[in-house]
């Protein structure tokens, strides 16, 4: 068991220490109380099992964990193991790996396999100079990161108010930390009423510095809240539009390989990818991962290289300006630089049944709607969508839920979904799936109540109860903005490389006495990479590398202008 989790002081920021042996767990205990006693809680633990008990219960209760030191060779779970599982509920928390030196290979692998900051050879006499100077560096940049001490933003809204559920969202999605009460409750009520709000609109926000925002606006909410939407400079060597896998992979290699790199994000940086439950073919992640985990990840990597994110974004147009390329906001301001990145993703279609459009935000969702997933215990849920991302949320919901429907408009789920999902899903006894069936009509008073499905193949109907509607049809490419700017094809997707010249030819205005490189659109400068380029691979292994080889594209472009 985990001693000292149960402090009296719970406002101290705590570190936490994991080791097998109790002599040495006892030991390195002993010296960091020595040392931060005054002002942390030192928590320590004598298995990888015991300390994640330690970790979900400081969570629970809102604890700040600033940084974990934990054993290599643990029985059952070592180190590595352990760490990769704590990134998961504190991924703010610095890391450290104690190892003998036989060991240190390990622990320099464990560098890119849990992001590890650093690695401490035991013994670790004296500790004034060998764990001391590591700890108070580590505390210094814990500090100074997102993951300092802030009061919780407070949201108090309804459960079937359309704007509270895409506040929730948006705030779950950018990791900002907040408590939800609902407007019917006695703390939300005295809330409004400090506010001054009689609840007719909701929500409110009530910031950490005790703003009050009624029913906000994403860009106000998130300067707020602490997101940064300004950008810090006029000019840049790379602007990366949209943060889903393939813009975050552009900045990532973008920041770490010299260039001024700012990416600009509409709403929440992981895309669709970011509100998956769990993704698990993706490379090097063998019991899978959480979207929102390896969102996270990635823009904490960025970050780290100096990449620049701005949330709560729009762009409206993109103009070329001799060398510069200048991408325009909807606020009317502008950022300009050498090269433009367009990684814009996908959204998911609307479902066009009568009903679905009033009852959006009141039961029907599009995605994942993460904030949501929890009120569905011990319900029927039905999901319309038949590729991956579908199968993902029957089986995160499934797991909670009385029961999960998936309705497919083909025959089955094997022309579109990865084979392992397909073979989940067949051996999970609280999902079904309904091919050839579709929903013609969304029903309800304030919020969905009842679907009516049809049978594409009879047209026969069917009414069935239903508070929970998650879409995942189709992918709609967000590039309208782009139109008279590069050329798409007629569904609206970015061509670019070989495509814009299929019969050998330019594409039309381009003056260069060289074809377009492989993700260079009609524009010279300006690349695509992921969903919104035609005929991508519509998977974030692909989307990742082609954010990598777009960078590489983009020095090449530099180089010769």
Same mark, same amino acid.
Request: glycine share 12%; charged share 20%.
């Given at each position: 068991?985990?001693?000292?989790?149960? $402090?009296?002081?719970?406002?101290?920021?705590?570190?936490?220490?994991?080791?097998?042996?109790?002599?040495?767990?006892?030991?390195?205990?002993?010296?960091?109380?020595?040392?931060?006693?005054?002002?942390?809680?030192?928590?320590?633990?004598?298995?990888? #099992?015991?300390?994640?008990?330690?970790?979900?219960?400081?969570?629970?209760r809102g604890d700040l964990v600033a940084v974990i030191l934990a054993d290599y060779r643990m029985p059952r779970m070592n180190g590595i193991e352990f760490l990769e599982q704590a990134l998961g509920v504190y991924p703010g928390a610095r890391r450290?790996?104690?190892?003998? +030196? %036989?060991?240190?290979?390990?622990?320099?692998?464990?560098?890119?396999?849990?992001?590890?900051?650093?690695?401490?050879?035991?013994?670790?006499?004296?500790?004034?100079?060998?764990?001391?100077?590591?700890?108070?560096?580590?505390?210094?940049?814990?500090?100074?990161?997102?993951?300092?001490?802030?009061? %919780?933003?407070?949201?108090?809204?309804?459960?079937?108010?359309?704007?509270?559920?895409?506040?929730?969202?948006?705030?779950?999605?950018?990791?900002?930390?907040?408590?939800?009460?609902?407007?019917?409750?006695?703390?939300?009520?005295?809330?409004?009423?400090?506010? $001054?709000?009689?609840?007719?609109?909701?929500?409110?926000?009530?910031?950490?510095?005790?703003?009050?925002?009624?029913e906000p606006e994403p860009p106000e909410l998130a300067a707020r809240v602490g997101l940064a939407t300004t950008p810090a400079a006029e000019f840049y060597d790379l602007v990366v539009i949209g943060g889903g896998p393939a813009g975050l992979g552009?900045?990532?290699?973008?920041?770490?390989?010299?260039?001024?790199?700012?990416?600009?994000?509409?709403?929440?940086?992981?895309?669709?990818?970011?509100?998956?439950?769990?993704?698990?073919?993706?490379?090097?992640?063998?019991?899978?991962?959480?979207?929102?985990?390896?969102?996270?990840?990635?823009?904490?990597?960025?970050?780290?290289?100096?990449?620049?994110?701005?949330?709560?974004? #729009?762009?409206?147009?993109?103009?070329?300006?001799?060398?510069?390329?200048?991408?325009?906001?909807?606020?009317?301001?502008?950022?300009?630089?050498?090269?433009?990145?367009?990684?814009?993703?996908?959204?998911?279609?609307?479902?066009?049944?009568?009903?679905?459009?009033?009852?959006?935000?009141?039961?029907? +969702? +599009?995605?994942?709607?993460?904030?949501?997933?929890?009120?569905?215990?011990?319900?029927?849920?039905?999901?319309?969508?038949?590729?991956? &991302?579908?199968?993902?949320?029957?089986?995160?919901?499934?797991?909670?839920?009385?029961?999960?429907?998936?309705?497919?408009?083909?025959?089955?789920?094997?022309?579109?979904?990865?084979?392992?999902?397909?073979?989940?899903?067949?051996?999970?006894?609280?999902?079904?799936?309904?091919?050839?069936?579709?929903?013609?009509?969304?029903?309800?008073?304030?919020?969905?109540?009842?679907? @009516?499905?049809?049978?594409?193949?009879?047209?026969?109907?069917?009414?069935?109860?239903?508070? !929970?509607?998650?879409?995942?049809?189709?992918?709609?490419?967000?590039?309208? !903005?782009? #139109?008279?700017?590069?050329?798409?094809?007629?569904?609206?997707?970015?061509?670019?490389?070989?495509?814009?010249?299929?019969?050998?030819?330019?594409?039309?205005? !381009?003056?260069?006495?060289?074809?377009?490189?492989?993700?260079?659109? &009609?524009?010279?400068?300006?690349?695509?990479?992921?969903?919104?380029?035609?005929?991508?691979?519509?998977?974030?292994?692909?989307? @990742?590398?082609?954010?990598?080889?777009?960078?590489?594209?983009?020095?090449?472009?530099?180089?010769?202008?």
């Amino acid at each position: 068991m985990a001693q000292g989790a149960q $402090g009296t002081d719970a406002a101290r920021v705590v570190i936490l220490t994991v080791d097998d042996d109790p002599g040495v767990s006892r030991a390195i205990a002993r010296d960091l109380r020595r040392r931060y006693g005054g002002g942390h809680r030192i928590v320590r633990a004598e298995s990888g #099992e015991s300390a994640l008990e330690a970790l979900r219960e400081l969570k629970l209760r809102g604890d700040l964990v600033a940084v974990i030191l934990a054993d290599y060779r643990m029985p059952r779970m070592n180190g590595i193991e352990f760490l990769e599982q704590a990134l998961g509920v504190y991924p703010g928390a610095r890391r450290v790996l104690l190892t003998a +030196y %036989a060991d240190t290979n390990a622990a320099i692998d464990a560098i890119n396999v849990v992001d590890l900051d650093h690695y401490l050879l035991k013994p670790w006499d004296p500790p004034e100079e060998k764990l001391y100077p590591v700890v108070d560096d580590l505390l210094t940049a814990w500090r100074s990161s997102d993951y300092r001490p802030v009061p %919780a933003t407070k949201v108090v809204g309804h459960r079937w108010s359309a704007p509270s559920s895409r506040v929730r969202e948006f705030l779950a999605r950018n990791q900002v930390p907040y408590r939800w009460y609902s407007s019917d409750e006695p703390e939300g009520r005295r809330l409004l009423a400090a506010a $001054g709000a009689d609840g007719r609109r909701l929500p409110l926000v009530v910031t950490p510095d005790g703003t009050a925002l009624i029913e906000p606006e994403p860009p106000e909410l998130a300067a707020r809240v602490g997101l940064a939407t300004t950008p810090a400079a006029e000019f840049y060597d790379l602007v990366v539009i949209g943060g889903g896998p393939a813009g975050l992979g552009s900045a990532v290699y973008g920041a770490s390989e010299g260039l001024r790199t700012v990416l600009v994000e509409r709403s929440a940086t992981g895309g669709q990818a970011g509100q998956s439950s769990r993704i698990e073919n993706y490379l090097g992640f063998p019991d899978g991962v959480s979207g929102a985990q390896l969102t996270e990840r990635a823009r904490r990597q960025a970050s780290r290289f100096g990449a620049e994110i701005l949330t709560a974004r #729009e762009v409206t147009g993109l103009e070329v300006n001799g060398a510069a390329r200048v991408v325009r906001f909807s606020d009317g301001s502008a950022v300009a630089a050498h090269s433009v990145i367009l990684a814009t993703g996908v959204s998911y279609r609307q479902l066009g049944a009568p009903g679905c459009d009033d009852l959006t935000g009141r039961g029907v +969702y +599009y995605g994942s709607s993460l904030t949501e997933a929890s009120s569905c215990e011990g319900q029927d849920v039905y999901i319309v969508g038949g590729a991956n &991302s579908a199968g993902q949320a029957a089986l995160f919901l499934g797991r909670g839920a009385k029961s999960v429907t998936l309705l497919v408009r083909g025959d089955s789920l094997a022309a579109s979904m990865s084979y392992y999902l397909v073979q989940q899903i067949e051996e999970s006894p609280h999902i079904t799936v309904r091919p050839r069936t579709v929903v013609a009509e969304a029903q309800g008073a304030g919020h969905l109540e009842r679907l @009516v499905l049809r049978d594409v193949g009879t047209g026969t109907t069917e009414t069935v109860d239903a508070q !929970w509607l998650f879409v995942f049809i189709g992918a709609a490419p967000l590039t309208d !903005w782009l #139109e008279g700017t590069v050329l798409r094809n007629e569904n609206g997707f970015i061509l670019a490389g070989p495509d814009l010249t299929p019969d050998g030819g330019p594409p039309p205005g !381009w003056e260069l006495d060289r074809p377009p490189y492989h993700l260079e659109t &009609s524009v010279p400068g300006v690349f695509v990479a992921g969903d919104a380029r035609a005929e991508s691979a519509k998977r974030v292994a692909s989307a @990742v590398g082609e954010g990598a080889m777009a960078v590489m594209l983009v020095h090449r472009y530099l180089e010769q202008s």
